[in-house]
């Protein structure tokens, strides 16, 4: 379920200048550096907030393979968990310092 913004979804205009991101067609000689016709300067933050949403629900797993490299390196981070148990830092620690200015 999609967050309600400021007590309701985007109005209509925001909604059409997220419209037109997906038809959007590339300004410019050189199509390879080119970026869509929508302003985001323009939006308002909720409109900004509102764009992420829908940017990061249209995500899928899937679309991201990993390569051999990126597979090998988390085998061998789960590996370590494994041996070593985890490791880190707590974050009342972490805070600690921060609020101390303590390195």
Request: aromatic share 4%.
């Amino acid at each position: 379920m999609r967050p309600q913004l400021n007590g309701g979804t985007l109005a209509r205009a925001g909604r059409q200048r997220f419209r037109m991101l997906g038809n959007a067609r590339p300004i410019g000689q050189d199509r390879a550096m080119a970026k869509p016709a929508l302003d985001l300067s323009s939006l308002t933050p909720e409109e900004k907030l509102e764009l992420i949403d829908d940017l990061w629900g249209s995500l899928r797993p899937e679309g991201f393979a990993l390569t051999n490299e990126q597979r090998a390196e988390l085998d061998r981070r789960l590996d370590r968990l494994d041996r070593e148990g985890p490791i880190g830092t707590p974050w009342e620690e972490v805070r600690a310092r921060m609020t101390r200015g303590a390195p």
